[in-house]
């Protein structure tokens, strides 16, 4: 049971914005169901160590799913499609513009079925505009977005991002988003609708802070001239190691916290100076300040009291292990249709009245085609005519090579 208990989700989506989208929707206690292609392998499948059947990440990624392989291309597919739709409240499909109708299954023909279906498109660049039928992926958003324009350091190239930002924040998160508003405006008229999310345009919405100065005075945010990205000293500082602080301490107290921890409470003024000569003034001292001792001194410091927004910047493995984040209970284990558990990052929103609900971690192209036939009333004669005809993948029929 989950606070969406009841919403029944269609996921025709891959690689990782549509399935991190069905995942927080599965993990609220939707039912999903992965609609996925026979001979079409996704290749986060095959990113990080094999759990199993699948990657850790896929498994993570699709945790609660169920999966059934269908050949869209086949008359018979389509037919099951149709029939799986009037039980259904959501599609989420990630295709290129124009493909899902291509197949026979695009949001004008699934309302004449379902008129109160909600289909949420997700794609690089929407569903109109010139480059709606590009290719492109989470560097290309943030570049086109003008994000990464500003996201660097003066004189370098720019950095790849270690976590797809545009990919989570301009495309999955807003899908979840949408949909949820949606099933509320449902709720309220009856209608359903489509939804479509153009994950650049979500990234140039992220441009909150500084994207208003230029459209209002026309200042061009540049790489290390702003407040929050390098022209301040929020920054991040080498410790004795080699290790680096996450400093962050732009408010006074904050500020004034800062300058005693550095051993100079009269610092404070030149902190503070918005001065641009000042502020690397005041960058330099804290570069030399912090250099001076290794990271575990540093930490060791911080946790006798300091609140002033200073932190270490840690591992993946060092995190996993922070006290803050298992207190959180952000690692769970999922158990596997095949027995045993996986590890995963747990869903991040708590509710007072409802746990996150993880079934069992990411199953294997097809792994419940016929079942879910079966469900549907499927004779096992006609289930055995569609499986010999290629219009659906079991498990047993799974590729071993990618």
């Not at 993946?316 to 249709?337: D, G, I, N, T, Y």
Request: charged share 25%; proline share 5%.
């Amino acid at each position: 049971m989950g606070i969406l208990n009841g919403l029944k989700v269609l996921d025709f989506s891959t690689l990782l914005p549509g399935p991190f989208a069905t995942m927080m929707l599965a993990d609220m206690g939707a039912e999903v169901l992965k609609v996925e292609a026979p001979n079409r392998e996704d290749l986060v499948k095959y990113l990080g160590p094999i759990d199993g059947e699948v990657s850790a990440t896929f498994g993570h990624l699709n945790r609660s799913k169920r999966s059934i392989a269908l050949d869209l291309k086949q008359c018979e597919a389509k037919e099951i499609i149709y029939q799986l739709i009037q039980e259904y409240d959501i599609v989420i499909e990630q295709f290129r513009p124009g493909v899902m109708d291509k197949l026979g299954i695009g949001y004008e023909k699934l309302k004449e079925i379902n008129p109160k279906i909600i289909f949420c498109s997700i794609t690089g660049y929407g569903q109109t505009g010139p480059l709606r039928n590009r290719a492109g992926h989470d560097i290309n958003y943030l570049s086109l977005a003008g994000i990464s324009s500003y996201s660097f350091r003066k004189d370098q190239l720019p950095v790849p991002s270690g976590v797809q930002v545009a990919d989570i924040a301009g495309g999955s998160m807003p899908a979840v988003i949408g949909i949820l508003a949606a099933v509320y405006h449902r709720e309220k008229t009856g209608e359903g609708q489509q939804i479509d999310i153009s994950i650049t345009d979500v990234s140039f919405s992220l441009n909150a802070m500084y994207g208003p100065g230029y459209l209002v005075g026309k200042e061009e945010p540049e790489p290390e001239s702003l407040l929050l990205n390098g022209g301040s000293f929020y920054d991040y500082y080498e410790t004795k190691d080699n290790r680096y602080l996450s400093i962050g301490s732009l408010e006074p107290p904050f500020q004034a916290m800062l300058c005693e921890l550095i051993g100079d409470p009269n610092l404070i003024k030149l902190s503070s100076s918005e001065c641009k000569e000042e502020q690397q003034a005041f960058k330099e001292i804290l570069v030399k300040a912090i250099k001076q001792k290794t990271l575990y001194e540093w930490v060791s410091i911080l946790e006798e009291g300091f609140d002033g927004c200073i932190e270490p910047v840690l591992s993946f493995s060092e995190a996993v292990k922070h006290p803050q984040l298992k207190a959180r209970e952000m690692v769970v284990s999922v158990p596997k249709k095949e027995g045993g558990t996986q590890s995963q990052i747990a869903f991040p929103i708590k509710f007072s009245t409802q746990q996150a609900n993880y079934r069992f971690a990411g199953v294997n192209t097809g792994n419940d085609s016929e079942e879910i036939l079966k469900e549907m009333g499927h004779s096992k004669e006609t289930i055995n005519t569609l499986k010999q005809k290629g219009v659906y993948r079991s498990i047993e029929q799974k590729e071993t090579s990618f």
